[in-house]
Every structure is written in structure tokens, then in C-alpha cells.
């Protein structure tokens, strides 16, 4: 059966039917926490418990841990890119871990970035240590995945698409949100990964709205291929892709044609120009709201609630 584990400025808390009990514990980081199962459990089973909704979460994943992503990972995502799923290798990119930020804390744009876009995103947070060269196997991956957290890969599609630089456009402060819940999941649950559906609201807007059924790439062959050259420990983070509904588009087959005989500069500002007439970017004021569950709700990640800010 799953757990629920919350985290405030000072304990790490146990969420329950009668309330969140807190987590007798000396854990400092989420990697500590994961080693410390016992007072988990203790928890789990605590009277003493206060109402969820009289606490101020934070990310359940702790800074610094690595954060891996991998890269148009939804068939349907993929397709509105005008490429074909079956082309697409698994590949991965690197956030900073500065990114992490509250379920429910402003997002903040600089002042430099004009295109402001989001993925709603299932995180796996990592269970144990996997050195470079670890195999994994389906019966290891229960142990190498402690759970599941909601998480929004906060884009600036201006920085990204020019520089083809991922790290920089989605590595500021407030660019990843995560939790409110750290799930931790049995391996049956587990096995009910497919069935989560990820959902994201703008203003009320429903933009993103699929199943894990859509994903090309499970987490057993990421984690397969990431530990070849990656190093992870307890507490590391993984983001698995987004599905179709971001406010980044593809261009009309026509378009992208025409663009293709223009000069990379020229070619750039239409582009933008484009863009930057598209409603669907993140404004000031916004307000997200991002949930992954079962349909049944047998598993519930949460819903997390972030409103978008403007730097000046």
C-alpha cells in the first residue's frame, strides 16, 4: 500500500487518513529519509497527527540530488512535432537542482525570458545507489524507484530552441516544481505505472490530459540506459517526459519548409514573432494546476498549485 510522504521547513511528515503524522527522524535530506523506513512505518501507524492542510509543504525532494530528464518521451508529444515515435532514441538532459521549488510556490520568470512553457511530468525518485554499470532488471526496479512525485519542467523556449541549450532554459530557481506528495509505492502498485494519468490546468484550462500508456520509453529502460553512464543515488530525481499540450508547437509543413530557406537569424525572429503571439504561453498571474492519479485514485500523487510570477 502506498505512503504519502510530506515535508515542511523542519520535519518530514506521514500523510494519513486522520491527518499528517510526523516522522520521528533525524533525515536531513530525502536520500536519509528513504534510509530511515522504520520511522516511516512508525509514522504510518501514529494517532498524533495534525490536518494536512495546516501545514506549509515543500518539495518533498531535497537540493542538491541530481535531476535527469528524458526528452520527448509522449507518442502524442512527439507527433506534434511533426516526427514519427518510432524514430525517437531515448535521450536524456540535465536540470539543476537549484530548479526544485514548493508544490505551491510562485513560479518565477526572469526578466530576459518572453516564452514561458510547461510539462506536466512524473518524477521517479531513485531508492538506492546505482554506480555506472548497475543492471537493473524488472524485479530490481521496485528497489531502485522508492516512489513517484508530480513535477512541471518549467521551460523558457526562447533560451532553449536558439541555443539548443536545455540545461540553462529549464535550470532556474523555480523551474521544477515537485510533490506536494513523495509516494512511495509497492511493487504492485508499481506495476500500475501505465495507468497514471497526468493532468494540467492553466487558469482552469485543461491543456495536458494522457495516460503513461503514451509513453515510448518505461522507467526499467531509462533507468537501463542511464545507469551506463550515469551514477545515482537515493534521492536523485528522474522526470519521464511529457505528453502532447504544451504551448510549444510545431509549425505547419509549410511553414517549417518556407523557414528552412531562410538564413538561421531571419529564420529565428519569425519564429519568435510567431510565438510570441501565441496565448498559451504562461503570463503573469497564471495559475497551474498539475495531478497524477489512477483513475480510479487508487494512487494519487496530488495536485500541485503554482502561480506564475513575472520578474522585473
Known amino acids: 500500500m502506498s505512503t504519502s510522504i510530506l515535508r515542511t521547513a523542519d520535519a518530514w511528515w506521514v500523510a494519513t487518513p486522520a491527518g499528517a503524522a510526523k516522522v520521528t527522524t533525524e533525515a536531513a535530506t530525502t536520500g536519509q529519509l528513504l534510509a530511515d523506513r522504520q520511522a516511516i512505518a512508525a509514522a504510518a501507524t501514529s494517532t498524533d497527527t495534525v490536518p494536512v492542510e495546516s501545514l506549509t509543504l515543500w518539495s518533498p525532494v531535497t537540493a542538491p540530488c541530481r535531476v535527469v530528464a528524458q526528452m520527448t518521451n509522449f507518442a502524442s508529444h512527439v507527433k506534434d512535432a511533426g ?51 548497475t543492471a537493473v532488471t524488472a524485479d530490481d526496479l521496485p528497489g531502485c524507484i522508492a516512489g513517484l512525485v508530480v513535477t512541471n519542467d518549467i521551460s523558457a523556449r526562447d533560451v532553449q530552441l536558439p541555443k539548443t541549450q536545455f540545461y540553462e532554459s529549464k535550470s532556474y ?38 495516460t503513461v500508456a503514451d509513453m515510448i520509453y518505461q522507467p526499467l529502460q531509462a533507468l537501463q540506459a542511464l545507469t551506463r553512464f550515469q551514477r545515482l543515488d537515493a534521492g536523485d530525481l528522474l522526470l519521464t517526459g511529457t505528453p502532447v499540450g504544451t504551448a510549444l508547437s510545431a509549425p505547419p509543413k509549410p511553414v517549417e519548409v518556407l523557414a528552412s530557406l531562410l538564413p ?49
Open 173 to 210: 530557481p523555480t523551474f521544477t516544481p515537485v510533490g506536494p506528495a513523495l509516494v512511495l509505492l509497492d511493487a504492485d502498485e508499481l506495476k500500475r505505472f501505465t495507468d497514471l494519468r497526468l493532468r494540467l490546468q492553466v487558469n482552469g484550462e485543461l491543456r495536458q490530459n494522457m
Open 83 to 133: 516526427m514519427d515515435p518510432a524514430s525517437i532514441p531515448l535521450t536524456f538532459f540535465r536540470k539543476s537542482s537549484g530548479s526544485i521549488s514548493g508544490p505551491y510556490d510562485e513560479v518565477i520568470r526572469p526578466a530576459h525570458v518572453r516564452l514561458l512553457d510547461y510539462e506536466v511530468e512524473i518524477g521517479l525518485v531513485i531508492g538506492r545507489e546505482m554506480p555506472v554499470g
Open 264 to 312: 538561421p537569424a531571419v529564420k529565428w525572429k519569425l519564429f519568435f514573432d510567431r510565438q510570441a503571439k501565441n496565448p498559451r504561453y504562461l503570463k503573469d498571474g497564471d495559475v497551474i494546476e498539475v495531478g497524477v492519479a489512477t483513475g480510479d485514485g487508487a494512487i494519487d500523487l496530488g495536485t500541485q498549485r503554482t502561480v506564475v510570477r513575472y520578474a522585473r
